[in-house]
């Protein structure tokens, strides 16, 4: 059996070898001329690569990269839902419609989500694909049969925030169909040359360092701060660009969008400098304990939540993408037992469920007649 695993895992990389070879678009590009020298001012550019604020290694003490790959193949109880995970379809005409101070965030699935600030329209890192990898077979599958609006149907767009370059969080055929759709993308640095690539212009492309702003749309500043992650599309290109988490504010409102990230002092930082946070999106699955560093556990997720001073928290980065070996649901039980006793604040939308900051929090915990 152990020899089986052991071919399975080798005809694996093969196949990988060759998909990253064989669809080089899907994978981007490596950083040239005045983008190379912005990377290597950054203070979180050392030996030729991004670094953590905190010693990050990728996997736990006990694990290796070629035991979690074992691990990972083999079958784990209630790691997909047997069932359809429920939705609400998005009504295009309903998005662009926020008065001034409002705040409407969709939940399409995973980290991307829809954030209206009043007339404003974000969407950050798009992925509409069923399939996160170089190619459409291989590869994380999502239990979603289809999105509460497909990528077609997504009107006009102030900004794509985008906080990493990894496949689920920056799919380039999303990216193909919404660019000419997008004033602005705001990305981590290194970013751009992926965008580049696709055929965006850096006209289009804000490119940020940790603790760098922008406020080129009228109303709304859009902060770049630390995330505890890596980044990378290719085979050898780990660290190369720079990963993020986001803040955006105004003066009536301040919203957080976590990205990737595994627990550390940077949540109390960033809620030092921007906190109190209104609504805060932070990711509570795909954690292991062979990767403990670089994503948080739930409980880890409702004390960031805390060191963030945020008010409201809208959990992402679950129910869609079978990425880790945790149970589907587990995620959100966890979580949600962490933040009762913590007191805090969480609101449970459907995918495609809008809520509105004041006014609508839902929290059904729809998961539960889902096996």
Known sequence: ??????????????IFTWAFTSFAPQFGATAKGDRVLRMQRSVNFKNGIFQNLELTPMNGPESSALGTMMEFMKKHEG???????PFQKINPKNIG???ENDLKVTWIGHSTLLIEIGS????????????VSPMMVFGPKSYQKQTPIS????????????SH?????????????????TKKFYVPLGVGAHLNRWGVGNESIIEKDWWESDSSIEGIEIISTPARHFSG?????????????WVLKTDELTVFFGGDSGYGEHFKEIGEKYGPFNLTMLECGAYNKNWPYIHSFPEETAQAQVDLKGEVLLPIHWAKFNLAMHPWKEPIQRLLKKSEELKLTVTTPLVGETIIYGSNLPSTKWWESIE
């Open 1 to 14: 059996m152990v020899w089986i695993i052991i071919i399975a895992v080798l005809v694996s990389m093969v």
């Open 79 to 85: 790691r997909v839902p047997k069932s359809e995970i």
């Open 97 to 99: 419609n926020a008065v």
């Open 120 to 131: 404003k329209v974000f969407l950050t890192d798009p992925v509409f694909r069923k399939t």
């Open 151 to 162: 990528v077609d149907e997504i009107p006009n767009l102030d900004a794509i925030i985008l």
């Open 165 to 181: 370059d990894h496949y689920d969080h920056m799919d380039y055929k999303t990216i193909l169909k919404l660019k000419e759709k």
């Open 233 to 245: 599309r290719g085979l050898n290109n780990r660290f190369s660009t720079l990963w993020c988490s």
